[in-house]
């Protein structure tokens, strides 16, 4: 299994960015994906989750201004990011708990992580 983020970059402060995850492989089911984040001598925080059901947990840092998706379809969800500020400059990690056979034990996978920079 793995997990393909995409769509980070350098913004403005105020500007908007889109995260994509998309998993693959032998999948039989995703039970959540999420994106977490970690900034220079930080610890690595949830930013946001989706489960299965459409259910969502935001930090309270981004309510309001991250939206989590998915698309269960095509084991993808996206972090739709508005009205950045320079704190939310860090590396973004998605994660997604998923089983990869029937009856099978549930499995933490990583994605590589994406650079998001807001500066001016």
């Known amino acids: 299994v793995q997990l393909q983020a995409s769509g980070g970059g350098l913004v403005q402060p105020g500007g908007s960015l889109r995260l994509s995850c998309a998993a693959s492989g032998t999948i039989f089911r995703v039970d959540s994906m999420a994106w977490y984040r970690q900034a220079p001598g930080k610890q690595r925080e949830l930013v946001a989750a989706?489960?299965?059901?459409?259910?969502?947990n935001y930090a309270d840092s981004v309510k309001g201004l991250f939206t989590i998706s998915g698309d269960n379809t095509k084991n993808t969800a996206y972090l739709q990011m508005n009205s950045l500020k320079p704190e939310d400059t860090a590396v973004y990690y998605c994660n997604a708990v998923l089983t990869t056979a029937w009856g099978g034990p549930t499995y933490s996978y990583w994605g590589q992580g994406t650079q998001v920079t807001v500066s001016s």
């Open positions: 989706i489960a299965s059901s459409g259910g969502t």
